[in-house]
């Protein structure tokens, strides 16, 4: 997912999300009440970004078998469906 300038969630370097927030950024090492500054404020109702996150699980002939979206999948089941193609 990259840190710093390039972490996931677009957060300017010295900003970062809050507890589980992945819309928002907040000064690092504070909390949304305690700064108040919102790296975006003067874009905000300007524009809207939409994102999806599509991880491919690949066969042997470089094939799109399995797709897993979002962040949050279950890692057993992940690795059970790599060893199940990587012994086809």
């Not at 919102?38 to 078998?65: A, C, N, W």
Request: aromatic share 8%.
């Amino acid at each position: 997912m990259g840190s710093g300038g390039g972490a996931h969630c677009m957060c300017d370097d010295g900003y970062e999300r809050p507890e589980g927030d992945w819309l928002s950024c907040v000064l690092e090492g504070s909390t949304e009440e305690e700064n108040g500054t919102d790296p975006h404020s003067e874009s905000l109702g300007e524009y809207e970004v939409g994102h999806s996150t599509v991880t491919f699980i690949l066969d042997k002939q470089m094939r799109k078998r399995i797709a897993y979206t979002g962040t949050s999948w279950d890692l057993e089941g992940f690795v059970e469906d790599l060893q199940t193609l990587a012994d086809e």
